[in-house]
C-alpha cells in the first residue's frame, strides 16, 4: 500500500525544478581534429561526387580577390553592371539601371581560380533576373534607401551628405530629376523587385522576367571575360562619393 | 501510525517477489530525489545553411570549420557520455551551397535524420524553393517541425507541422514549441502562399500556457527563428523573454550571432530565461546542461494541488 501511495505520487509529482550547470565551453567549435562519423560521410559521398563533377569547372580566373564589404566594392559593381548588361541584351532595349544589395551575395570571388562553386557561394539563391520600369518617385526612394548603407546603383553616380541622404544623382551621367515624367528601367532580381530586403517601393511594379538566373547570368560573365582573354577584375570607381 | 507501521513491516518482510516488484518500481519511479539530479543535455544548431562539408579552406574567415559528418561525430560522442540528450535546431536547414541547389534540401533532412535530431523549426530560407519544394523534403526528415505562428490551414503544407511536441526525457516532461520570422518582405510571396504569420509573442503566450498547464511541462524551450536581437520595435528574442514567463530556454536563429555563453534574460515575475544562439553554418554545435530536482511548483500554472491518494 505505501508502495502504492509512493507510485501514485510519482504520476502526479511536482514539478521538477531546473538548474543550469553550464560546461565551460557552450558553442563546441565543430572544427578539426574531429573525425567525420563515418555513416555521415557515406550518407555525403554519393551527393558530394555529383556536386563536385559541376562545381569545379573552371569558368574564369581573378588576379585579386572580389571582396564583399559594405558600401561600394569591386564586386557589388561587377554583378551590378551585368544585370543591366544582360537584361538589356534578353530584351533588346536600353537598361538605365542595375540593383544589387551586398546582403544579396553571399560572399566574394576568392583570387585565382572562379569556379561554378565560387559563383555558387556568392549567389546560392534561385533568383531570376528581372526588369521593371519605375518613375521617378520610386527611383529617388531607391536611391534615398541606398544612401543609409552607401551601397552603389549600376549606371548611376550620387553623393552622401553628412546626414546620410543622396545627392546630385546622376544617371547615365545626367542629372536625375524625380519630377521628370518618364520611366527608368531597372535590371535586378525578382527577389529585390518583390520588396525583398526591405525595399517596398519596387513591390507595385509589374516586373518584365528575363528567364535567366542571377546565378546564371553572373557565369556567363565571368566565361565572357575568359573568352575574350581578360580575366575578371573590378573596381571601386567612386559611384558613391561620400561628403 | 500503527497501521502505516504494520504495512510497512508487511512489505518489507514479504521477501517475496510481490514486494520486491513494488520497491523496484519504487525505486524507478522516486530516483530523482534518492539518487541525486536528473540530467538533461541539450544540444542544438541554428542557420545551418546546407553547410553539408566543412567551409572550404580558401572560404576565408570560417575556413575549414563546420561539417555534418563531424557534427554527427561530436553529437555521437556526447550521446557515449550523456542518457538524457535533446537535439535541435532553430531554422534555415535550407540555402547556401550547390547541395541544396542541386538536391533541394534531401541530404540535409536525412543527416539530420541519422544524426537523431528530436525536432527543428522553420526559418525564411526553408521557404527558398516555396511551399511545394519544402513539401517535397519532408519525407526525408524522420523529426518533426514545431511552428506555432504560422497558420498553414490554407497551404499545400496543411496538417504538416505541429506548433509544440513534449518530449519524455526519463520522467522529465520537456515542451518544445516553435516560432517563425514574419515572412513578409523576406521572403517572395509566391514562395509562401497560403501561410498567415501570427503574432509570435501572443502564440508564445498560449504555448507556455498549455505546455506549463494541461501539458504538465518541467521545462519549457523554445526554438525560434526571430533573432537575437533589433534595435527597433521588430520582436527579437530578448524582447520575447522580457515580455512573456515562463520560457526557460529560447534557442534562437536567424542573425547567425554567435554567442560566447546563454544570455539570463528576466521575464516579467522574475523567471530567468535563457537565450542561446550558435552561429551559423553549424560552426559550433551548442551544448547546455541542465539538472532536474523536485521542488517548486509549475510556473503558477500547475494544478491547484496535487493531491494524495487516499488508500483505504
Redesign the interface.
Known amino acids: 500500500?505505501?508502495?502504492?501511495?509512493?507510485?501514485?505520487?510519482?504520476c502526479?509529482?511536482?514539478?521538477?525544478?531546473?538548474?543550469?550547470?553550464?560546461?565551460p565551453?557552450?558553442?563546441?567549435?565543430?572544427?578539426?581534429p574531429?573525425?567525420?562519423?563515418p555513416?555521415?560521410?557515406a550518407?555525403?559521398a554519393p551527393?558530394?561526387d555529383?556536386?563536385t563533377a559541376?562545381?569545379t569547372e573552371v569558368l574564369g580566373t581573378a588576379p585579386a580577390a572580389l571582396v564583399k564589404n559594405p558600401g561600394e566594392s569591386g564586386l557589388i559593381n561587377f554583378v551590378g553592371d551585368l544585370q543591366r548588361e544582360r537584361a538589356a541584351a534578353v530584351l533588346g532595349q536600353p537598361v538605365a539601371l542595375g540593383v544589387i544589395t551586398n546582403g544579396a551575395m553571399?560572399?566574394g570571388f576568392?583570387a585565382?581560380a572562379i569556379t561554378l562553386?565560387s559563383v555558387?557561394?556568392m549567389m546560392?539563391?534561385?533568383n531570376e533576373l528581372v526588369v521593371v520600369e519605375a518613375p521617378g518617385e520610386v527611383v529617388r526612394q531607391l536611391f534615398t534607401a541606398f544612401a543609409r548603407s552607401k551601397t552603389p546603383v549600376a549606371g548611376a553616380t550620387y553623393a552622401v551628405s553628412f546626414d546620410g541622404m543622396p545627392a546630385d544623382i546622376r544617371i547615365g551621367g545626367q542629372p536625375f530629376d524625380p519630377n521628370q515624367d518618364r520611366l527608368y528601367a531597372i535590371a535586378l532580381s525578382?527577389?529585390l523587385a518583390?520588396?525583398?530586403d526591405?525595399l517596398?517601393f519596387f513591390k507595385p511594379l509589374p516586373q518584365r522576367h528575363t528567364g535567366v538566373l542571377l546565378r546564371t547570368a553572373i557565369a556567363d560573365q565571368v566565361r565572357a571575360f575568359t573568352k575574350a582573354g581578360k580575366p575578371v577584375t573590378a573596381t571601386v570607381e567612386g559611384r558613391v562619393r561620400v561628403q | 501510525m500503527e497501521r502505516r507501521d504494520f504495512l510497512r513491516n508487511t512489505l518489507l518482510g514479504t521477501a517475496g517477489l510481490t514486494g520486491l516488484t513494488v520497491l523496484g518500481g519504487l525505486g524507478a519511479a522516486a530516483a530523482p530525489a534518492k539518487k541525486g539530479p536528473l540530467k538533461l543535455t541539450i544540444l542544438h544548431t541554428n542557420d545551418m545553411h546546407s553547410r553539408i562539408e566543412p567551409f572550404p579552406d580558401n572560404g576565408g574567415q570560417w575556413a575549414g570549420l563546420g561539417g555534418m559528418a563531424r557534427r554527427a561525430a561530436l553529437i555521437k560522442e556526447v550521446r557515449a557520455q550523456e542518457a538524457n540528450v535533446l537535439l535541435l535546431d532553430s531554422g534555415d536547414i535550407f540555402q547556401g551551397t550547390p547541395y541544396f541547389n542541386f538536391f533541394g534540401g534531401e541530404l540535409e533532412y536525412k543527416l539530420m535524420t541519422q544524426m537523431g535530431y528530436d525536432a527543428s523549426t522553420l526559418g525564411n530560407h526553408d521557404f527558398d524553393n516555396g511551399v511545394e519544394g519544402l513539401q517535397r523534403q519532408l519525407p526525408h526528415a524522420g523529426f518533426p517541425f514545431l511552428v506555432a505562428n504560422y497558420d498553414f490551414a490554407q497551404s499545400a503544407l496543411a496538417g504538416k507541422f505541429q506548433p509544440y511536441k513534449v518530449f519524455d526525457k526519463a520522467g522529465i516532461r520537456v515542451g518544445v514549441f516553435g516560432l517563425g520570422i514574419e515572412l513578409n518582405g523576406l521572403v517572395l510571396d509566391r514562395n509562401f502562399t497560403g501561410i498567415t504569420c501570427l503574432d509570435p509573442v501572443a502564440k508564445a503566450r498560449e504555448m507556455v500556457t498549455r505546455l506549463r498547464g494541461p501539458e504538465k511541462c518541467d521545462f519549457v524551450i523554445c526554438h525560434s527563428h526571430l533573432g537575437y536581437q533589433y534595435k527597433t520595435a521588430k520582436i527579437d528574442d530578448r524582447k520575447l523573454a522580457a515580455e512573456i514567463t515562463g520560457i526557460d530556454l529560447i534557442l534562437g536563429g536567424h542573425t547567425h550571432t554567435f554567442l560566447e555563453k546563454p544570455e539570463a534574460v528576466a521575464g516579467p515575475g522574475g523567471h530567468q530565461t535563457l537565450i542561446n544562439q550558435v552561429g551559423w553554418s553549424g560552426i559550433n554545435l551548442g551544448r547546455l546542461d541542465f539538472e532536474f530536482a523536485p521542488g517548486g511548483k509549475r510556473g503558477g500554472l500547475a494544478q491547484a494541488s496535487v493531491l494524495p491518494v487516499g488508500v483505504g
Not at chain 1, 502526479?12 to 560546461?23: E, F, G, K
Open positions: 500500500m505505501l508502495g502504492l501511495l509512493a507510485l501514485a505520487t510519482a502526479q509529482r511536482a514539478p521538477y525544478r531546473a538548474t543550469a550547470r553550464l560546461a565551453v557552450t558553442a563546441r567549435p565543430v572544427a578539426r574531429l573525425p567525420d562519423d555513416a555521415a560521410a550518407l555525403i551527393y558530394h555529383k556536386v559541376q562545381m553571399r560572399a576568392p585565382g562553386g555558387f557561394e546560392p539563391f534561385e525578382d527577389y518583390s520588396g525583398g526591405y517596398d
